[in-house]
């Protein structure tokens, strides 16, 4: 139920994205908010390798925009494009997949240094749907205001 809710929730951020130019991905919603449809999918794509590979999986790996650690930096879509964002999103998703996949049980625990604890994979599951939800949300209204399409 877990893996059906987050691919669903994953699905939807790509549809929201759906038949747009790179240039309609990179609109922002309001100033002085720089929040982007691509914005978003390279955000979520530092969610999925954080949670997954690095709390999880406990690789020792940088995110995939900021040598420095900052989740914001993936808001920057100024020069972005789809083809990249997207690459490193599916390919964040396949990690996290195969990560769940060779998980002994949803009870495997990880460490998430922000927080300071341990957290199990059904939380970090969680987690997820619940980021994706949220900005699922932000996109809708992205792209209502991008071309007027709305729903799910």
Same mark, same amino acid.
């Given at each position: ?5 987050? *691919? /669903?929730? #994953? %699905? ?7 038949? &747009? ?15 982007? &449809? &691509? ?5 979520? %794509?530092?969610?999925?390798?954080? $949670?997954?590979? #690095? ?9 995939? $925009? ?8 993936? /808001?920057? =879509? ?5 083809? @990249? %964002?997207?690459?490193? +999103?599916?390919?964040?998703? @396949? ?5 769940? #996949? ?7 625990? !990880?460490?998430?240094?922000? +927080?300071? @604890? ?7 599951? &969680?987690?997820?749907?619940? @980021? /994706? ?5 932000? %996109? *809708?209204?992205?792209?209502? =205001?991008?071309?007027?399409?709305? !729903?799910?």
């Amino acid at each position: 139920m877990l893996r059906a809710f987050l *691919d /669903y929730h #994953r %699905a939807t951020l790509a549809m929201k994205c759906d038949g &747009l130019s790179d240039e309609q991905l990179r609109e922002q919603s309001s100033p002085p908010s720089t929040l982007s &449809l &691509l914005g978003l999918v390279r955000h979520m %794509a530092e969610v999925e390798r954080t $949670w997954f590979r #690095r709390v999880i999986g406990g690789e020792d790996i940088p995110l995939v $925009w900021s040598s420095t650690g900052d989740f914001q930096e993936a /808001y920057d =879509a100024s020069s972005a494009t789809r083809t @990249e %964002a997207f690459a490193a +999103w599916r390919r964040e998703i @396949e990690h996290s997949r195969r990560i769940e #996949r060779e998980a002994e049980s949803l009870d495997v625990t !990880g460490h998430n240094a922000r +927080w300071g @604890e341990d957290v199990s994979l059904r939380l970090v599951m &969680l987690h997820l749907i619940h @980021e /994706y939800a949220r900005h699922n949300g932000h %996109a *809708d209204f992205l792209r209502e =205001a991008i071309d007027g399409t709305v !729903g799910a």
